[in-house]
């Protein structure tokens, strides 16, 4: 493992993330309202709400990963080109005990570790997650319009 390298935690339903600071260590964003300190990347870590404060903190790699599997994922490497260490390590020293403003679909803890790995703060399962409820609105639309087209049809033949 090297500085600057993206860790994803498997946390069952979501994947938390951290980044690798050296000797055993790394920063994460977490919010101290939910079941798990480190349960941020969770619907249920803003009790059904959506934004909120969290917490940059620094830990050893198994406290934070507390029994779940994780593994590298530098996902965005072919991307862009990941910072150099020192930059990563003076950011990691300048936002260590923040608070800071998060959001479960635009600044959560993989947003936060993609900007400190590349200085772009992106997130998959965000951008997954809208894909699922755009999909998912765009298919009730579909079968509301069926049902529609339906009624009408039978509607027209009892007139008949």
């Known amino acids: 493992?090297?500085?600057?390298?993206?860790?994803?935690?498997?946390?069952?339903?979501?994947?938390?993330?951290?980044?690798?600071?050296?000797?055993g260590k790394v920063i994460q964003l977490i919010t101290p309202d939910g079941p798990s300190r480190v349960s941020f990347c969770s619907v249920s870590s803003f009790s059904g709400s959506v934004a909120g404060k969290g917490t940059v903190?620094?830990?050893?790699?198994?406290?934070?990963a507390a029994g779940n599997t994780y593994k590298?994922?530098?996902?965005?490497?072919?991307?862009y080109k990941p910072r150099p260490t020192d930059v990563i390590m003076g950011d990691v020293d300048k936002l260590r005990g923040s608070t800071i403003k998060c959001d479960l679909l635009g600044n959560n803890c993989e947003h936060f570790v993609t900007f400190l790995r590349y200085g772009k703060s992106k997130s998959k399962q965000a951008d997954d997650f809208l894909k699922d409820v755009l999909t998912g609105t765009v298919g009730l639309l579909g079968v509301l319009a069926a049902f529609t087209a339906s009624t009408a049809a039978a509607a027209s033949t009892l007139r008949k």
């Open 72 to 79: 590298i994922n530098n996902y965005l490497d072919d991307v």
């Open 57 to 64: 903190t620094i830990e050893t790699l198994q406290d934070v």
């Open 1 to 23: 493992m090297e500085i600057g390298d993206m860790i994803e935690i498997n946390r069952g339903q979501y994947k938390h993330w951290a980044l690798y600071i050296g000797h």
